[in-house]
């Protein structure tokens, strides 16, 4: 009988922990809770052996076995291993990732009391409070209560504490610090299924006499059929005057009974008036001739990673779909992935009315409770139809005959926290493990696919026209500076942009204007010493939120300031920090300026605005979609939320604002993304019966991505940006990573930098070069100094030794793995 199992904990920690077996023996791929460090965590069961650990050292035992089968399957596992090696990124983070069960987990603290307490507790009964302590005596007293309800040796909850002694979190906090107490994590399962109570009228029973609220009750309950859940029913008597006791009443005279039942769970969707769903298109030449290429590869079985690259509008979904329809008639199950929660609504809409029941959703946004009711869907083979975000690509399916990777070029498909996987990437890696067809849709390929392809790695497929031989709309380069020095002002919106909404307008037709900046303004600065003002906690300036009301062009005091990458927030001050000038003013315009702008100049217009400022829940873009399919909308205005994959097909007009702003980042693939965002925005116009029309505005009309972008040239564009990487051996012609040394202090990340680099440059790293250290572009983030290496290597096996060298290193230094991000593949820089 195996004595002993190896677990993978979420701790940042290149190894997997050892325990003894205590009673049931767990299985490969079972989650276990067992002690660690003073906590109680949830890990993954990776060995069971029979071999003890050399050492003289306790072996704790397992506490829980939580699964009496394995809840990853052996692919998943393997799949697992895979991203720890390949983004040298510790497995127990990885699989941590892969399981959003987090709501069958409940975590709790426990606090005891330590042998240092309890001299204090008789020390005071002896002496009385301490006179130098800086708490008050209330304070006081209520520590000495904690440590005399504590006195027995038993732990208890914070909850306990609290209504026992009037104790706060803080309190408790500070006796922990003074090694009074000792707190512990503590984690135990929970059920988190979702149930709802439903209220149903008892029949065949003999009434009694009721009052008017009862028999209200009744009605109501006989009008629907004789079910309804309770808190609708609870609603509509609370508006009609009913107190809640009364149902109780009618449950125990034997009138109602209530019973709990699994919650149904909502999929969402966006109401598109008549226009028909994915599946019911008939598919034309190149669609067939696409479907037909996948569809072989298919029933020969066996790995076969497709390039799919198709203009905008030409049709790609309607092939997925019916690829999608092949998978499941062959008893297969398929993964569709979207690289936005945004493109959700949209693409669950057509998925239900093409595939019903069998569709499963998995992403971000959905309560704890949701996603595991969900995750366990799938595992059960309930849902053979499985749509989501980066995450879903872990979804466990059983039967997998079909993997899509839908706009594969998009950045989002990046994790920006350990582990660092790319969603695209690690779905190639999948259909590798399990022998099945994988397919990367986009208009824009990334160029490592697009050379995958031409390399012959992928099979490419082509679809170089729209559907119904829509013309792809015609696009107007708008040249800023010609704008100012003909009319000396600085505006963001051109006349000629103007006169083209106002035109498209007045036809009763939709545009869409891209503005790809949150908030009002980006920048508050001094205008008498050039002060920006900047975040307490990040090297960055904050963007300014105005309110609803008011236009002032001066910053009022009051208004609000925030971080767009630590949240924090502030008013404007009502002077410099730096000068104490009263003259700060706004520079730059984000997408609210953009909304109030248009709203003077369009007063009729009705305006819209898609930002993560509108669009903060998963119902928020259903929402705004669905009035944009409905006309209510005419004018929509957002940030490059509104470029990705949204098919509305009353919008004639796209206008792009200082979308190319970003050519002037630090970062190499700044020309990549900004031909990507104007043409995957383009692609917006046109899309039905009407012609579409794109305006750019741009100071930057000579360079190539721009160029490029307004002819619908991607082969033209892809040509020439190979050409700069291949001279700088940028991927794809190398790998990179980027290698963040971080800390609160900025000695010690200045140090341990010093440190990391003077290793690098005496190390013998075979076909790796090493640029850095240097601070970070933003060099502070979340009050943590940054600076970084960027590491480029010939190949990928001599890259991930280097970086398991400089690992090694570092740990022999003592520097921690929390202090150091390794970024496999980096997209950003910053």
Same mark, same amino acid.
Not at 173 to 201: P, Q, S, T, Y
């Given at each position: 009988?195996?004595?002993?199992?190896?677990?993978?904990?979420?701790?940042?920690?290149?190894?997997?922990?050892?325990?003894?077996?205590?009673?049931?023996?767990?299985?490969?791929?079972?989650?276990?809770?067992?002690?660690?460090?003073?906590?109680?965590?949830?890990?993954?069961?990776?060995?069971?052996?029979?071999?003890?650990?050399?050492?003289?050292?306790?072996?704790?035992?397992?506490?829980?076995?939580?699964?009496?089968?394995?809840?990853?399957?052996?692919?998943?596992?393997?799949?697992?291993?895979?991203?720890?090696?390949?983004?040298?990124?510790?497995?127990?983070?990885? %699989?941590?990732?892969?399981?959003?069960?987090?709501?069958?987990?409940?975590?709790?603290?426990?606090?005891?009391?330590?042998?240092?307490?309890?001299?204090?507790?008789?020390?005071?009964?002896?002496?009385?409070?301490?006179?130098?302590?800086?708490?008050?005596?209330?304070?006081?007293?209520?520590?000495?209560?904690?440590?005399?309800? %504590?006195?027995?040796?038993?732990?208890?909850?914070?909850?306990?504490?609290?209504?026992?002694?009037?104790?706060?979190?803080?309190? %408790?906090?500070?006796?922990?610090?003074?090694?009074?107490?000792?707190?512990?994590?503590?984690?135990?399962?929970?059920?988190?299924?979702?149930?709802?109570?439903?209220?149903?009228?008892?029949?065949?029973?003999?009434?009694?006499? %009721?009052?008017?609220?009862?028999?209200?009750?009744?009605?109501?309950?006989?009008?629907?059929?004789?079910?309804?859940?309770?808190?609708?029913?609870?609603?509509?008597?609370?508006?009609?005057?009913?107190?809640?006791?009364?149902?109780?009443?009618?449950?125990?005279?034997?009138?109602?009974?209530?019973?709990?039942?699994?919650?149904?769970?909502?999929?969402?969707?966006?109401?598109?008036?008549?226009?028909?769903?994915?599946?019911?298109?008939?598919?034309?030449?190149?669609?067939?001739?696409?479907?037909?290429?996948?569809?072989?590869?298919?029933?020969?079985?066996?790995?076969?990673?497709?390039?799919?690259?198709?203009?905008?509008?030409?049709?790609?979904?309607?092939?997925?779909?019916?690829?999608?329809?092949?998978?499941?008639?062959?008893?297969?199950?398929?993964?569709?992935?979207?690289?936005?929660?945004?493109?959700?609504?949209?693409?669950?809409?057509?998925?239900?009315?093409?595939?019903?029941?069998?569709?499963?959703?998995?992403?971000?946004?959905?309560?704890?409770?949701?996603?595991?009711?969900?995750?366990?869907?799938?595992?059960?083979?309930?849902?053979?139809?499985?749509?989501?975000?980066?995450?879903?690509?872990?979804?466990?399916?059983?039967?997998?005959?079909?993997?899509?990777?839908?706009?594969?070029?998009?950045?989002?498909?990046?994790?920006?926290?350990?582990?660092?996987?790319?969603?695209?990437?690690?779905?190639?890696?999948?259909?590798?493990?399990?022998?099945?067809?994988?397919?990367?849709?986009?208009?824009?390929?990334?160029?490592?696919?697009?050379?995958?392809?031409?390399?012959?790695?992928?099979?490419?497929?082509?679809?170089?026209?729209?559907?119904?031989?829509?013309?792809?709309?015609?696009?107007?380069?708008?040249?800023?500076?010609?704008?100012?020095?003909?009319?000396?002002?600085?505006?963001?919106?051109?006349?000629?942009?103007?006169?083209?909404?106002?035109?498209?307008?007045?036809?009763?037709?939709?545009?869409?204007?891209?503005?790809?900046?949150?908030?009002?303004?980006?920048?508050?600065?001094?205008?008498?010493?050039?002060?920006?003002?900047?975040?307490?906690?990040?090297?960055?300036?904050?963007?300014?939120?105005?309110?609803?009301?008011?236009?002032?062009?001066?910053?009022?005091?009051?208004?609000?300031?925030?971080?767009?990458?630590?949240?924090?927030?502030?008013?404007?001050?009502?002077?410099?920090?730096?000068?104490?000038?009263?003259?700060?003013?706004?520079?730059?315009?984000?997408?609210?300026?953009?909304?109030?702008?248009?709203?003077?100049?369009?007063?009729?217009?009705?305006?819209?605005?898609?930002?993560?400022?509108?669009?903060?829940?998963?119902?928020?873009?259903?929402?705004?979609?669905?009035?944009?399919?409905?006309?209510?909308?005419?004018?929509?205005?957002?940030?490059?939320?509104?470029?990705?994959?949204?098919?509305?097909?009353?919008?004639?007009?796209?206008?792009?604002?200082?979308?190319?702003?970003?050519?002037?980042?630090?970062?190499?693939?700044?020309?990549?993304?900004?031909?990507?965002?104007?043409?995957?925005?383009?692609?917006?116009?046109?899309?039905?019966?009407?012609?579409?029309?794109?305006?750019?505005?741009?100071?930057?009309?000579?360079?190539?991505?721009?160029?490029?972008?307004?002819?619908?040239?991607?082969?033209?564009?892809?040509?020439?940006?190979?050409?700069?990487?291949?001279?700088?051996?940028?991927?794809?012609?190398?790998?990179?990573?980027?290698?963040?040394?971080?800390?609160?202090?900025?000695?010690?990340?200045?140090?341990?930098?010093?440190?990391?680099?003077?290793?690098?440059?005496?190390?013998?790293?075979?076909?790796?070069?090493?640029?850095?250290?240097?601070?970070?572009?933003?060099?502070?983030?979340?009050?943590?100094?940054?600076?970084?290496?960027?590491?480029?290597?010939?190949?990928?096996?001599?890259?991930?030794?280097?970086?398991?060298?400089?690992?090694?290193?570092?740990?022999?230094?003592?520097?921690?793995?929390?202090?150091?991000?390794?970024?496999?593949?980096?997209?950003?820089?910053?």
């Amino acid at each position: 009988m195996p004595l002993f199992c190896d677990v993978a904990l979420p701790v940042p920690l290149d190894q997997t922990f050892t325990y003894r077996v205590n009673g049931t023996v767990p299985v490969v791929g079972a989650r276990v809770l067992v002690p660690f460090s003073g906590q109680r965590l949830m890990g993954v069961v990776i060995r069971v052996h029979e071999e003890e650990p050399a050492g003289e050292f306790e072996i704790k035992p397992v506490q829980q076995v939580m699964d009496d089968s394995a809840v990853l399957p052996e692919d998943l596992m393997e799949l697992a291993r895979w991203i720890a090696q390949y983004y040298v990124a510790p497995l127990g983070e990885v %699989l941590r990732g892969m399981l959003p069960l987090t709501a069958e987990i409940k975590r709790n603290f426990l606090y005891r009391i330590t042998d240092t307490g309890r001299n204090v507790l008789y020390e005071g009964a002896a002496k009385g409070a301490s006179r130098r302590s800086k708490l008050t005596p209330e304070e006081q007293n209520r520590e000495y209560s904690v440590l005399n309800y %504590l006195e027995a040796g038993e732990q208890a909850k914070i909850s306990a504490l609290r209504s026992a002694t009037g104790a706060n979190k803080s309190l %408790l906090e500070g006796m922990v610090r003074k090694r009074w107490l000792i707190r512990e994590a503590v984690a135990e399962e929970r059920d988190a299924r979702r149930m709802e109570k439903i209220a149903i009228l008892v029949e065949d029973v003999r009434l009694p006499k %009721l009052n008017p609220n009862q028999t209200a009750i009744l009605a109501e309950l006989a009008a629907v059929g004789g079910k309804m859940r309770t808190r609708d029913l609870q609603e509509t008597l609370r508006r009609a005057g009913v107190p809640d006791s009364t149902l109780g009443t009618l449950v125990k005279r034997g009138l109602v009974r209530i019973e709990e039942v699994a919650e149904a769970f909502h999929f969402g969707g966006v109401v598109t008036h008549g226009k028909k769903h994915a599946h019911e298109h008939a598919l034309n030449e190149a669609q067939t001739e696409a479907l037909g290429t996948i569809a072989a590869a298919m029933a020969k079985g066996g790995f076969a990673p497709h390039l799919l690259y198709g203009v905008t509008g030409s049709g790609k979904t309607a092939v997925y779909f019916a690829a999608m329809r092949r998978a499941l008639d062959a008893g297969k199950s398929a993964l569709l992935m979207v690289p936005e929660i945004g493109l959700t609504p949209a693409m669950t809409g057509h998925l239900v009315a093409a595939f019903g029941d069998e569709v499963a959703l998995l992403h971000s946004q959905l309560t704890p409770d949701e996603r595991a009711e969900q995750w366990h869907r799938i595992r059960r083979g309930e849902a053979r139809v499985v749509v989501g975000t980066r995450s879903a690509v872990f979804a466990p399916m059983p039967h997998l005959g079909l993997i899509i990777v839908d706009e594969e070029h998009d950045g989002s498909y990046k994790q920006e926290e350990t582990p660092r996987y790319h969603g695209r990437d690690v779905a190639v890696m999948r259909a590798k493990l399990n022998d099945v067809v994988v397919v990367l849709g986009s208009a824009t390929p990334s160029l490592e696919s697009w050379s995958n392809a031409e390399k012959g790695r992928y099979a490419s497929i082509e679809m170089r026209t729209r559907v119904a031989n829509r013309p792809l709309p015609s696009v107007e380069m708008v040249d800023m500076r010609a704008e100012f020095r003909e009319t000396g002002q600085e505006q963001i919106f051109s006349r000629r942009l103007i006169e083209e909404t106002e035109a498209t307008l007045s036809r009763g037709e939709q545009a869409i204007i891209l503005l790809n900046r949150r908030g009002y303004s980006f920048v508050v600065m001094c205008r008498s010493c050039g002060e920006k003002i900047e975040c307490e906690n990040c090297a960055i300036s904050m963007t300014y939120h105005k309110p609803v009301s008011g236009s002032e062009a001066i910053a009022q005091p009051g208004q609000r300031l925030e971080c767009h990458y630590c949240g924090f927030r502030r008013s404007v001050p009502k002077e410099c920090p730096k000068c104490q000038s009263e003259h700060l003013y706004f520079l730059g315009a984000g997408s609210q300026q953009g909304e109030e702008r248009l709203q003077e100049i369009f007063p009729h217009a009705r305006i819209g605005r898609m930002d993560r400022d509108t669009v903060r829940g998963r119902s928020d873009m259903e929402r705004l979609l669905s009035r944009l399919h409905a006309g209510e909308i005419n004018l929509l205005v957002g940030t490059q939320m509104i470029a990705k994959g949204h098919d509305i097909h009353g919008v004639t007009l796209v206008g792009v604002v200082g979308a190319d702003f970003a050519l002037g980042l630090p970062d190499f693939r700044a020309a990549e993304r900004v031909f990507q965002l104007l043409t995957q925005v383009s692609g917006r116009a046109g899309r039905g019966e009407l012609p579409g029309k794109v305006l750019v505005q741009t100071y930057h009309p000579d360079h190539y991505a721009v160029k490029f972008s307004a002819e619908h040239d991607y082969p033209g564009f892809v040509a020439k940006e190979m050409q700069y990487r291949r001279w700088m051996h940028y991927p794809p012609f190398g790998v990179l990573a980027n290698v963040v040394v971080q800390s609160e202090r900025l000695e010690e990340a200045t140090g341990w930098s010093s440190e990391l680099g003077r290793w690098f440059s005496t190390a013998q790293l075979d076909k790796v070069r090493v640029l850095g250290p240097a601070a970070a572009p933003i060099s502070r983030l979340k009050r943590i100094y940054r600076y970084h290496f960027v590491l480029k290597g010939e190949s990928r096996k001599a890259l991930g030794e280097a970086l398991r060298k400089m690992l090694g290193f570092a740990e022999t230094r003592e520097i921690s793995r929390r202090n150091l991000i390794v970024d496999v593949d980096a997209l950003h820089l910053m």
